[in-house]
């Protein structure tokens, strides 16, 4: 057993270090005037997104539901140095702000280099009741507007050598209890865009398409979730927002952050029963 987990450890150090060997530096300047749609962008990861393109001198729309929050932000990114910072309000559940979004965008810029999907709807941390109004609900929201926007985008990405950017999560590739509907969503998007990647590649696109793998991030909506429920430490918003934009500058197929994500990943892989059984203790939660 210990020769097992001396293996393993050693496996992942060895996977670690030769993804942060063969990763491309990130060259800031490239973001100057870059033509850039970032989507759930009033809080959260998407708001520190915002704020990280604008000090990086990009071009930005913005855009989520609350229109006087995206207001204030697009303040903000003016503030910090921002050459463009415009919002228009979208609910992604509608079948028509999707596209809107977009054609707006690519109006009022001109055209577009980043498309950065990352809004979600917001969903129970519990066990699921049997609620399919609300799971259809947010399968629209967390992945179809992701598909219609990708597609109304990639004409103008292939035009400008641009990068789609998808923000993810490790629920996209394992499973936890008590959230079964937002799961599904993040499986959903890690099978679609998966295989668009492939797509992409194969034809030689000029699109690259990054997958953001993320573990837990200190956003409001998630700490009110977990907190008290399971001890697992957050990672800070603005350095995962770093990340994904770093990500899709240096046109990766894929991030996991933090580093550890990427651990667990193998692990379920590896040795499921001793990572399923550490699931299930890891909640101060009986359902
Ligand atoms: N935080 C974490 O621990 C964590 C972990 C793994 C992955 N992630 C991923 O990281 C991304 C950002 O997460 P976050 O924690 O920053 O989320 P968040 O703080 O809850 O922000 C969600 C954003 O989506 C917008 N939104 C909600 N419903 C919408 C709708 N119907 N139409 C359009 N926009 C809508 C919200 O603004 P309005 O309310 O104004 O619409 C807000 O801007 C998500 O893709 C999430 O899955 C997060």
Known sequence: MRTLTKIILASIAVAFISVKWSTP?????????ARVLVTGASTGIGEQMAYHYARFGAQLVITARREKVLQQVVEKCLSLGAQKALYIAGDMATESDPDKVVEFTLEKLGGLDYL???HIGPTPFSVWKGDIEHTRWLMKVNFFSYVQMAWKALPS???SK????????LLGKMAGPFTAPYTATKFALNGFFGSLQHELAMKNSNVSLSICTLGLIDTDSAMEKVRGV?????APASEAALNII???ATRQEELYYPWNTFAVTLTKDWIPFATNYIIRHAYNYIP
């Open 157 to 159: 990405l292939e035009q």
């Open 162 to 169: 641009g990068s789609l950017v998808i923000v993810s999560s």
């Open 116 to 118: 950065v999907l990352n």
């Open 25 to 33: 530096s990130f060259q800031s300047e490239t973001l100057q005037g």
């Open 246 to 248: 770093k990500t899709g």
């Open 230 to 234: 399971i001890d697992v430490p957050a």
